[in-house]
């Protein structure tokens, strides 16, 4: 099995409407971090979650890690064009070692 | 904002040839990373360099890749003879501190091997 499932693989939205992306681990989490890629470039870092329970938001952004550590939502509000691309969770912790472990990814559209 | 960057952004090279893969990271970050993603697949991790030496290793990274650091900016992926599979994106990565830091990419280098 993966070790980090994201859930959704893809999803086309209609601009103005909210959406959730998760991201499951099948070991328990140090840090759970969320990335943005646009097809063909680079990683655009957007949060981390340490604390079992914690929220973190960034604009219309929200992610929340659960209190067991091992799995973690995005919420986007009012989607936008500009929020279109591919969400990637990462994680690391005791069994994961000093490195990131990434999910598959989450394709994200937004329809005008 | 300080951020980290990877030249070329683009590199063709034939089998067998070797390639350098050239990273600056942010300038006060201490832990140094190389992660790759073929076409369509996962980000993999490679290697992680701290204080000077590898601190972890995956197991695609093997006798044909090595990294240094070989001045105070800059953080070189080398491969010494291609192949086919190793045609991917590959990131540099930093962080000012180990685990459970946030990692900062740069925005790749498109590696072609053909």
């Known amino acids: 099995s993966q070790e980090l499932e994201q859930s959704p693989q893809s999803l086309i939205v209609q601009e103005g409407k909210n959406l959730t992306i998760n991201c499951t681990s099948s070991k328990t989490l140090y840090g759970l971090y969320w990335y943005k890629q646009k097809y063909g470039e680079g990683l655009i870092f957007l949060m981390m979650?340490?604390?079992?329970?914690e929220e973190k938001s960034h604009e219309k952004i929200t992610a929340k890690l659960d209190e067991k550590k091992q799995q973690s939502s995005l919420h986007i509000t009012a989607s936008q064009p500009s929020h279109a691309g591919i969400y990637l969770c990462g994680a690391d912790g005791r069994e994961y070692g000093n490195k990131l472990v990434f999910g598959a990814g989450t394709i994200l559209r937004v329809k005008s | 904002e300080p951020e980290v960057t990877q030249t070329p952004s683009h590199q063709v090279t034939q089998m067998g040839q070797e390639v350098i893969l050239r990273c600056v990271p942010i300038?006060?970050?201490?832990?140094f990373y190389w992660y790759r993603q073929i076409l369509g697949q996962k980000v993999e991790f490679l290697v992680s360099?701290?204080?000077?030496?590898?601190?972890?290793k995956s197991e695609i990274f093997d006798d044909q890749f090595s990294v240094e650091r070989p001045d105070g900016s800059n953080f070189t992926l080398k491969i010494r003879s291609t192949k086919l599979e190793d045609s991917a994106m590959y990131f540099c990565a930093s962080s000012d501190q180990g685990q459970s830091y946030e990692q900062y990419f740069g925005p790749g280098t498109r590696l072609t091997v053909t």
């Open positions: 979650l340490q604390k079992g329970g």
């Open positions: 360099f701290y204080n000077n030496e590898i601190s972890e």
């Open positions: 300038s006060n970050h201490l832990y």
